[in-house]
């Protein structure tokens, strides 16, 4: 009877400490432990660079790694999709960016819905874009290439980093509205598209900055005009595609999300601490040496942005029957 009274007693000690020990738990100021940020793509592009310059910044201000996890694979949905599947207690976050606002539409099937299964966190940046062409091509400005176009049609090869990508849609958008036919190249990268671009197989492009001001600084590229839409100071004179073809802009979008459900305390901080990061004048040097414009947004603001994104590229995909292969 008395062993019976004492099991009875340190059972219902333990029921009584379980509770204490999980709100103990939840108690932890977060981070408590590293974070993983998951970007989507192979190490060493501008948007590996930029996720690793913020992951420095958060490990420095919130006291705890914030390690960075290559996932690519499946255009960007094989790492995107462990962060849907992850635990929503703030431990694993996404770079987010472009493909996420085009793979609904590029694919028949997705294990996951982005919009409704990650919580946007914050804005990053705005990666600007070059609309390129071979110097061999006579056009100096975009009314004088849109002409060029008009003129020869199908002659003009247009390359991109693969079927789908920024690269692609950049340049269908142009094609749509600029009405032009252009011959769309596919390559595997941005490297291999920009690598006959300069040797003239292909005439035309449209990369992000980071990749291809090199060239246009050397004289081996020329640049017609910027996608944003607004110049870009660093090439001042530089007009935008919009100037010339009214309400044209493109320009990909970086930011950072989490599993859906991530508390809301967490997201905030979070918030917080990267929009603290893109006002630093030292993060600012570095991301317009990227070709990279600081986006500082709330949660519901960044949202807001990939809602409008995958619209508007869902609408270009449909239009010119895009699929992805």
């Not at 960007?76 to 770079?95: C, M, Q, S």
């Not at 197989?201 to 996608?227: D, K, W």
């Amino acid at each position: 009877m008395k062993l019976l009274r004492r099991r009875f007693l340190q059972l219902a000690a333990g029921a009584v400490a379980l509770p204490a020990i999980s709100w103990v738990a939840r108690a932890q100021p977060y981070p408590s432990r590293p974070v993983r940020i998951v970007v989507p793509t192979t190490a060493g592009g501008a948007n590996d660079i930029i996720a690793r310059m913020i992951g420095q910044w958060l490990s420095e201000r919130l006291g705890r790694p914030f390690v960075i996890e290559n996932r690519p694979g499946a255009g960007n949905n094989l790492g995107t999709e462990a962060v849907v599947r992850a635990p929503a207690d703030g431990y694993t976050l996404l770079l987010c960016g472009p493909s996420n606002a085009t793979n609904a539409a590029l694919y028949d099937k997705l294990n996951f819905n982005f919009i409704r299964d990650i919580a946007p966190v914050a804005s990053l940046i705005r990666q600007l874009v070059l609309l390129l062409v071979n110097p061999a091509v006579p056009a100096k400005t975009v009314p004088e290439f849109i002409a060029y176009a008009k003129a020869n049609p199908g002659k003009l090869n247009m390359a991109s980093a693969g079927i789908g990508h920024a690269t692609h849609l950049y340049g269908e958008l142009f094609t749509m509205m600029a009405e032009v036919n252009m011959v769309h190249v596919p390559y595997r990268g941005v490297a291999p598209a920009l690598t006959d671009l300069l040797g003239g197989q292909v005439q035309v492009m449209f990369p992000g900055t980071s990749g291809a001001i090199e060239y246009v600084r050397a004289g081996t590229l020329r640049a017609l005009a910027i996608t944003s839409a607004e110049r870009w100071k660093a090439l001042p004179d530089l007009p935008t595609v919009g100037e010339s073809v009214p309400g044209y802009e493109a320009s990909g979008f970086f930011g950072v999300g989490a599993p859906k459900n991530t508390p809301a305390e967490i997201v905030d901080k979070l918030n917080k601490e990267i929009n603290a990061a893109l006002a630093d004048p030292k993060i600012r040097s570095r991301l317009d040496d990227l070709g990279s414009v600081p986006t500082s947004m709330t949660p519901a603001e960044f949202g807001k942005l990939i809602a409008m994104e995958t619209e508007k590229w869902g609408k270009v995909i449909r239009a010119a029957g895009i699929r992805a292969e």
